[in-house]
């Protein structure tokens, strides 16, 4: 990459730019947190198409896209489609690249709204931060980029050369069931040289992060079945074993003492970590004083670079209608998070395995609603990394550091496959406290401001690179 010849542009002026515009970015924040969009069939679907007209007035309104469009793809292996999805486009001219600016517009369902303080679909301020369903994860995203190039555009005028293409997806916390369609059916329309994932975290509310490893993912139902029929427990209990009793059983076996994972095949990766104290831990993460951390090893070694084992559902006879009954059957959902360097099929297989030769009293296992995701390791030799890292340590004024991320962002294997030239940038508005998926998920406004400050001196300096011929 090579500088163009264009006039300069003031970075300081970008930086004022950010700022004056700030409150309006907050405001459209606040008007896209009000709109619950939620990709499950079970919710108002007509509200996730208002979120997705919202981000495309947005888009409109900047005044920079040749087009804007509202756009669904198939979900492959079924008759359905996919949920509304925003792509924004507009062409590169004289030379520049082309950035891909990606963020998702769909939330997490509130759950129990009286763990609220303060309803889930009503933003509220107070101490430093946005309260609100989807605040942080992902609506922040989109006003990051929506709000960085408002700045760009206003200094940079008639000499904004950069090609630009936002795809905001609308089921990303549903499982992104058509993003390699959508990929697919639009990939020279998302053609870029740079790839921005909005959808990560920082070190902190005052340190950027540039997320360079994923973990991956291994999600299933399994359903443990030990009789045809109930039975009165006082009558049998003792010589036939309930589908609990296996379940509860078979499930320990998942886990060594110390909290770690017990399953063959599931692999660690070896790689050093930044410090991180237990202290810092029990903050973030909000342990209780009397419980202990699980697992050996540094723990953001734990975190970013081993695999973990979750129960996340189970179905059961609840509390208020338990009897005296043996249940013939119980049905969990696990969920793993993988090491970067495995796949999601090699860790299920894995699980599956396990489960099948540690079932107790012979009892009848079936998988299903198998869901998988591949972890992702950065290459950060690219030009795309440093000039990242160098908008980071001017955005918010202290050096970033670079992040593994616990979490999963499957479709990135998706995005790799499709454009293996692309570099893929994976950054963020949360931070540790943001609580994404949780309730009471919130957006600290200072750590957004300087977000938006950093990929507005990303525009600007793109904008002012040449490809080579």
């Given at each position: 990459?090579?500088?163009?010849?264009?006039?300069?542009?003031?970075?300081?002026?970008?930086?004022e730019?950010?700022?004056?515009?700030?409150?309006?970015?907050?405001?459209?924040?606040?008007?896209?947190?009000?709109?619950?969009g939620?990709?499950?069939?079970?919710?108002?679907?007509?509200?996730?198409?208002?979120?997705?007209?919202?981000?495309?007035?947005?888009?409109?309104?900047?005044?920079?896209?040749?087009?804007?469009?509202?756009?669904?793809?198939?979900?492959?292996?079924?008759?359905?489609?996919?949920?509304?999805?925003?792509?924004?486009?507009?062409?590169?001219?004289?030379?520049?690249?082309?950035?891909l600016?990606?963020?998702?517009?769909?939330?997490q369902?509130?759950?129990?709204?009286?763990?609220?303080e303060?309803?889930?679909?009503?933003?509220?301020?107070?101490?430093?931060?946005?309260?609100?369903?989807?605040a942080?994860?992902?609506?922040?995203?989109i006003?990051?980029?929506?709000a960085?190039?408002?700045?760009?555009a206003?200094?940079?005028?008639?000499?904004?050369?950069?090609?630009?293409?936002?795809?905001i997806?609308g089921?990303?916390?549903?499982?992104?069931?058509?993003?390699?369609?959508?990929?697919?059916?639009?990939?020279?329309?998302?053609?870029?040289d740079?790839?921005?994932?909005a959808?990560?975290?920082?070190?902190?509310?005052?340190?950027?992060?540039l997320?360079?490893?994923l973990?991956?993912?291994?999600r299933?139902?399994?359903?443990?079945?030990?009789?045809?029929?109930?039975?009165?427990?006082?009558?049998?209990?003792?010589?036939?074993?309930?589908?609990?009793?296996?379940?509860?059983t078979?499930?320990?076996?998942?886990?060594?003492?110390?909290?770690?994972?017990?399953?063959?095949g599931?692999?660690?990766?070896?790689?050093?970590?930044?410090?991180?104290t237990?202290?810092?831990?029990?903050?973030?993460?909000?342990?209780?004083?009397?419980t202990?951390?699980?697992?050996?090893?540094?723990i953001?070694?734990?975190?970013?670079?081993?695999?973990?084992?979750?129960?996340?559902?189970?179905?059961?006879t609840?509390?208020?209608?338990a009897?005296?009954t043996?249940?013939?059957?119980?049905?969990?959902?696990?969920?793993?998070?993988?090491a970067?360097g495995?796949t999601?099929?090699?860790?299920?297989?894995a699980?599956?395995?396990?489960?099948?030769?540690?079932?107790?009293?012979g009892?009848?296992?079936?998988?299903?609603?198998?869901?998988l995701?591949?972890?992702?390791?950065?290459?950060?030799?690219?030009?795309?990394?440093?000039?990242?890292?160098?908008?980071?340590r001017?955005?918010?004024?202290?050096a970033?550091?670079?992040?593994g991320v616990?979490?999963?962002?499957?479709?990135?294997?998706?995005?790799?496959?499709?454009?293996p030239?692309?570099?893929?940038?994976v950054?963020?508005?949360?931070?540790?406290?943001?609580?994404?998926?949780?309730?009471?998920?919130?957006?600290?406004?200072?750590?957004?401001?300087?977000?938006?400050?950093?990929?507005?001196?990303l525009?600007?300096?793109m904008?002012?690179?040449?490809?080579?011929?």
């Amino acid at each position: 990459m090579t500088s163009a010849e264009i006039p300069s542009v003031s970075e300081t002026d970008i930086l004022e730019a950010v700022a004056t515009g700030n409150p309006a970015a907050l405001s459209d924040l606040g008007h896209l947190v009000r709109i619950p969009g939620m990709a499950w069939p079970a919710f108002d679907q007509t509200q996730l198409e208002r979120s997705a007209e919202a981000v495309a007035a947005l888009a409109t309104d900047t005044g920079v896209f040749d087009e804007v469009r509202i756009l669904r793809a198939d979900i492959p292996g079924t008759d359905e489609q996919g949920q509304p999805a925003v792509l924004a486009t507009r062409a590169a001219r004289n030379g520049r690249p082309t950035i891909l600016l990606y963020a998702h517009h769909d939330v997490q369902p509130p759950g129990d709204d009286a763990l609220w303080e303060t309803p889930p679909f009503e933003p509220t301020v107070r101490d430093g931060r946005l309260y609100g369903r989807g605040a942080a994860d992902d609506k922040a995203g989109i006003m990051a980029h929506i709000a960085s190039i408002r700045a760009a555009a206003e200094v940079i005028g008639d000499d904004l050369d950069l090609g630009i293409a936002m795809f905001i997806e609308g089921e990303e916390e549903y499982g992104s069931r058509s993003f390699a369609q959508f990929l697919s059916d639009n990939k020279e329309a998302l053609r870029a040289d740079a790839i921005v994932v909005a959808d990560s975290g920082n070190w902190d509310s005052t340190t950027p992060g540039l997320t360079v490893s994923l973990r991956g993912n291994a999600r299933f139902t399994m359903r443990v079945r030990t009789l045809d029929h109930a039975s009165h427990s006082g009558m049998f209990g003792g010589a036939v074993p309930d589908a609990m009793m296996a379940t509860v059983t078979l499930l320990s076996t998942l886990w060594n003492a110390d909290g770690s994972v017990a399953v063959d095949g599931m692999t660690e990766r070896e790689a050093a970590t930044p410090e991180y104290t237990e202290e810092t831990l029990r903050d973030e993460a909000g342990l209780l004083p009397g419980t202990t951390p699980i697992g050996g090893g540094t723990i953001l070694s734990r975190i970013w670079n081993k695999p973990s084992v979750t129960v996340i559902g189970i179905d059961a006879t609840s509390v208020a209608a338990a009897s005296n009954t043996l249940l013939p059957e119980v049905t969990v959902v696990i969920s793993a998070r993988v090491a970067p360097g495995q796949t999601g099929q090699e860790a299920y297989e894995a699980l599956e395995r396990h489960l099948r030769a540690h079932a107790p009293f012979g009892a009848e296992l079936t998988f299903s609603d198998v869901d998988l995701g591949n972890g992702f390791l950065v290459d950060t030799s690219g030009w795309a990394v440093a000039l990242t890292r160098d908008a980071m340590r001017d955005g918010y004024g202290v050096a970033s550091v670079d992040l593994g991320v616990g979490g999963s962002i499957p479709f990135i294997a998706d995005l790799v496959r499709e454009f293996p030239e692309a570099q893929i940038l994976v950054t963020g508005v949360e931070d540790p406290h943001s609580r994404a998926h949780s309730p009471n998920e919130s957006l600290h406004l200072d750590t957004f401001r300087n977000a938006v400050a950093t990929e507005a001196l990303l525009l600007a300096r793109m904008n002012a690179l040449t490809l080579p011929q």
